[in-house]
């Protein structure tokens, strides 16, 4: 298996600030994805990280507002970029491990929006 | 873009009842996922199907993947107060060949269960 952890695990915000959240992964890994969850809602994937190169985004999310970082095979960030209180969601980081099928997720980062 | 829809939305059962949730898409998956949500918790693995028509058990669980490959259930027996959380299907396009273009979920709408001791 492997552990996932996410800083900050939640945090509250102003209205057009930035806040970035860090993914750590404690086992190599191949893919890292970020997904956002609405109050009472699914996940909805934004973006897969990409190591060394500028992440894939979903229809519906752009790099200006959700800019992504993978330096390395274990470590993401993903940014939420002038926030408003429409962002207030859980935002969760997830990675397929090497030689696992397997798609574990992070506890999540709860983001409250003012 | 793709759905999947999860029936019943919500459950409120008696201890020791049996559970059964479904989950179909308006399009085909090769791999099917059931995970677990307890609040403040990021998604917990269940089970994994690879293989359509395949029939896997987790201990008080068990799942099937559809043969047409746009659904699959799962089945909760005896259920616990533990079992409270949201439960979610997702689909993955990728099967056991991987290819890493499919390996993003696209998961169903929930089903949240509540357990009356």
């Known amino acids: 298996s492997a552990v996932i952890s996410q800083k900050p695990s939640r945090d509250i915000c102003q209205r057009g600030t930035s806040l970035t959240i860090q993914c750590q992964v404690d086992s190599q890994v191949t893919m890292m994805f970020w997904y956002r969850q609405q109050p009472g809602q699914s996940l909805t994937l934004i973006a897969t990280a990409n190591q060394g190169s500028e992440a894939t985004y979903e229809s519906g999310f752009v790099i200006d507002k959700f800019p992504i970082s993978r330096p390395n095979l274990t470590f993401s960030t993903l940014t939420v970029s002038n926030m408003s209180p429409e962002d207030s969601s859980i935002y969760l980081c997830?990675?397929?491990?090497?030689?696992?099928?397997?798609?574990?997720f992070g506890p999540g980062t709860r983001l409250l929006v003012l | 873009g793709q759905q999947l829809n999860q029936s019943p939305q919500s459950m409120f059962i008696q201890e020791g009842e049996d559970v059964s949730m479904n989950c179909t898409s308006s399009?085909?998956?090769?791999?099917w996922l059931w995970y677990k949500q307890e609040p403040g918790e990021g998604p917990v693995l269940l089970i994994a199907l690879y293989k359509a028509g395949e029939l896997t058990s987790n201990g008080r669980l068990t799942a099937q993947f559809g043969i047409t490959r746009k659904d699959s259930f799962l089945n909760i027996s005896a259920s616990i107060p533990s079992d409270v959380g949201i439960y979610f299907c997702a689909g993955q396009l990728s099967g056991l060949q991987k290819k890493s273009s499919g390996d993003k979920l696209t998961f169903g709408t929930g089903t949240r269960l509540a357990v009356r001791p």
């Open positions: 997830s990675a397929c491990v090497m030689q696992q099928e397997t798609q574990y």
């Open positions: 399009s085909i998956f090769n791999t």
